[in-house]
């Protein structure tokens, strides 16, 4: 298992080749893993180490102070327990544990986890526990709640010095990568691939976030409960175990399948398929018209089915050509191009 001490040693070599040398990466450049241990998260792995912690709230600027013995018995219970990286926009709010050890305060907040860093300059990367073992930790929260002796201070720590956005070599695709960070629309793990053809199962997952952010919703699932929540599951038979945003992309009518029962997840997705699904999403949100005229010398090569789609992207600039007279409608679409565009529809429909 990749322990954050690992990651943190990692990073300091990183960071002397970057001083020594010239790179294209602005941010430091490591992959962190789907999921770590609480105590690999916080970096303490003795409760011995502790000497002290509170429970605090940051809106109500107030704390309670845990006993040692508190403090090493909570840690003893939570340290083995795993907890699933998420990107958070806005982790320091509500109410969080702050154990002091080895000369620095560690904060794991309730709501969102423990926050190991920045992920461009609106985001977070945290890690957070799921709501089943959370529940046998919230026995602290209510002791906040419910205490009379409350003191006047917030202990709370947040980490900045580490920023795990990584940034593709292309400069071109720089700004727009760090716009899609800050909206929260950025997989983070499409960050290690931008030169990559993008799957169709990718390119859901990156739209599946356009939907949600643009909707105001934190993720594509709450935004089905709202708008479609009785969708059908499991309507490919190539996609067991893929992500769950097909299933929901289908239902919306954005997506379809190749030959009925299939999808094909992980073949390229085309660019005149990511033009019709573009087009799809924005009218979740906006009317969908044009009778714009496209020039591409290689406008017959465009299914019929796709010429809307097309004349559309290309209108409201979300798509253009690939040399300025192509469009090259089956052409393969990289990640860093799907990214670009799916930024671009933002500024439309967000």
């Known amino acids: 298992m990749i322990t954050i ?159 795990f956005l990584k940034l593709p070599e292309d400069l071109w695709a720089v700004d727009p990568i760090k716009e899609a960070a800050s909206r929260s629309l950025l997989p983070y793990p499409l960050t290690a691939k931008y030169g990559a053809n993008i799957s169709r199962e990718e390119f859901c997952v990156l739209i599946g976030n356009l939907i949600a952010v643009s909707g105001g919703y934190a993720s594509l699932e709450t935004y089905m409960k709202d708008n479609m929540p009785d969708y059908t599951t499991d309507n490919f038979a190539d996609c067991i175990g893929k992500d769950a945003s097909i299933d929901m992309l289908f239902a919306l009518g954005i997506v379809s399948g190749k030959g009925g029962e299939y999808f094909d997840p992980d073949g390229c997705i085309t660019r005149e398929e990511a033009a019709k699904m573009l087009t799809a999403s924005a009218s979740q949100f906006v009317f969908i018209e044009s009778d714009y005229k496209v020039n591409y010398k290689d406008e017959r090569n465009i299914s019929p089915w796709a010429k809307f789609f097309v004349r559309w992207v290309t209108e409201k600039g979300v798509m253009s050509g690939v040399d300025g007279e192509n469009f090259e409608p089956q052409g393969t679409y990289t990640v860093q191009q799907a990214i670009t565009t799916v930024s671009r529809l933002y500024n439309i429909i967000g």
């Open 5 to 163: 001490r690992k990651i943190l040693t990692f990073l300091a070599v990183v960071s002397a080749v970057l001083i020594c040398s010239v790179s294209a990466y602005a941010y430091n450049v490591v992959d962190l893993p789907d999921s770590m241990t609480f105590a690999d998260a916080l970096g303490i792995y003795d409760a011995n180490d502790i000497q002290s912690a509170t429970v605090s709230n940051l809106d109500d600027d107030k704390r309670i102070d845990l006993s040692q013995y508190e403090a090493q018995e909570f840690f003893k219970s939570a340290q083995d327990v795993t907890l699933y990286r998420k990107i958070n926009p806005t982790p320091f709010r509500g109410t969080a544990v702050n154990i002091s050890a080895n000369g620095s305060v560690k904060s794991f907040y309730f709501n969102s986890g423990i926050q190991i860093g920045l992920f461009g300059s609106e985001n977070y990367i945290c890690y957070q526990m799921p709501d089943y073992d959370l529940t046998k930790f919230m026995y602290l929260f209510s002791k906040y709640e419910e205490s009379e002796n409350k003191l006047n201070g917030a202990e709370l720590y947040r980490n900045t010095e580490n920023d």
